[in-house]
């Protein structure tokens, strides 16, 4: 009985997509917003050490590498149809040019996914030209679909 309740629990999230759990489209800015500066966050801590900035502490670098690559999935359901609100920086690109739009989404998942992996490898070698990737990643999306 347990089991065919969360299963219909689960079934029921799959059939519902995250814009649909949006109120209002400020929300969906909020969240997406939120995700940002998370991201934002956890990836300066690794870029600070792939970087020289600060020095390299493996075990602090994967942690941050686990956190990043769950935040990457979120902001993306995040940019509902109708969310073009506010003082959002979000270029109308978003919605005009979505294939775009997800593609770049979905290297920037990719790149963390390896990003992930080299933490977990330990190698600050490996560490630096995954944090490069990805922060080319974040500057693609930034040129084509945030505002200045
Ligand atoms: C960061 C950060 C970004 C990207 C971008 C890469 O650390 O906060 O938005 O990297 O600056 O060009």
């Given at each position: 009985m347990k089991h065919a309740v969360a299963a219909a629990t689960l079934a029921l999230f799959a059939a519902?997509?995250?814009?649909?759990?949006?109120?209002?489209p400020t929300d969906a800015v909020k969240y997406r917003e939120s995700a940002f500066k998370l991201m934002a966050t956890h990836f300066g801590r690794i870029n600070a050490m792939a970087q020289g900035k600060v020095p390299f502490d493996a075990k602090a670098a994967q942690a941050n590498a686990e956190v990043l690559s769950v935040l990457a999935?979120?902001?993306?359901?995040?940019?509902?149809?109708?969310?073009?609100?506010?003082?959002?920086?979000?270029?109308?690109e978003v919605w005009s040019q979505p294939d775009k739009f997800k593609t770049g989404a979905q290297q920037l998942m990719d790149n963390v996914a390896k990003l992930d992996a080299a933490a977990k490898a330990g190698s600050l070698d490996q560490l630096k030209a995954a944090a490069g990737a990805v922060g080319k990643s974040c500057k693609s999306c930034h040129e084509a679909f945030k505002k200045d």
């Open positions: 519902f997509p995250a814009a649909a759990q949006f109120a209002k999935k979120l902001p993306w359901d995040a940019f509902p149809a109708g969310s073009n609100v506010g003082n959002t920086e979000a270029k109308p």
